[in-house]
């Protein structure tokens, strides 16, 4: 009898035990799959805008030593034309005069992507974001350390379609674009009912749409 009981508890024994490391494991895997997404799409919303302020701060530097002070440069048959031009407004030379206002809101813009990126998992959110927050950096630099002054400092534009002069569209640089692209991106994520949290939202999406982060990992 004794035999059989060890044999029983040895069976149970050998029943359980390996049973807890595998609930443990598939545990870690779910948390990891839970986890890891996130840290990519901060990540990737980190490259992009890295990228983008890196671009245009470059692309500035070396127009102000090339062309300020020289005539304007045709490109692509007159379609573009790269011209120096000092704004104090904010893209597109829009809201001339208001640097100061312009630079607290570029900060405020900065700090807000900031804290959401913690909880970005979305990739179209990332880049949309990403894109936002290195062209508002991009401005941002220049208003703080160009003349003339902190926080009033004239931005630097350089690209100017169809004329010399910004006649036809105002002049404007990379991190416009790249602003005007990022917001893009966004304004077509939110009207489809695609949040940052990489869900979808069922109000906008007829209720067939699913909150479950795995999905959204592939948004």
């Known amino acids: 009898m004794a035999a059989g009981m060890s044999g029983r508890l040895s069976g149970h024994n050998g029943h359980m035990n390996p049973s807890q490391p595998a ?7 779910q948390y990891g799959a839970a986890v ?19 671009l ?20 692509l048959g007159g ?19 208001w640097t100061w206002l312009l630079s607290l809101i570029a900060l405020g813009v900065v700090v807000v992507i900031v804290r959401l990126a913690s909880r970005l998992r979305s990739i179209g959110w990332a880049v949309g974001l990403g894109l936002v927050l290195g062209g508002s950096l991009g401005n941002l630099v220049d208003r703080l350390l160009r003349g ?4 009033r400092g004239h931005v630097v534009d350089f690209l100017s379609l169809l004329a010399p002069d ?5 002049v404007f640089n990379l991190a416009d674009s790249a602003i005007v692209c990022g917001g893009a991106v966004l304004v077509v994520l939110a009207a489809t009912g695609r949040d ?7 109000r906008r999406s007829g209720g067939t749409g699913s909150g479950d982060p795995g999905q959204g990992d592939l948004r």
């Open 196 to 202: 940052f949290d990489g869900t979808r939202s069922t």
């Open 148 to 151: 003339p002054g902190p926080l």
């Open 23 to 29: 609930e443990r494991s598939v545990a870690g895997e």
């Open 36 to 54: 890891l997404p996130r840290r990519r799409r901060s990540g990737l919303l980190t490259v992009i805008a890295a990228v983008t302020l890196a």
């Open 166 to 170: 910004g006649s036809v569209w105002p």
């Open 79 to 97: 379609a573009l034309y790269l011209v120096v031009f000092r704004n104090s407004g904010a893209a597109f030379s829009l809201a001339t005069g």
């Open 56 to 75: 245009d701060l470059l692309s500035k530097i070396v127009v102000v030593m090339v062309l300020e002070g020289h005539p304007p440069v045709r490109l």
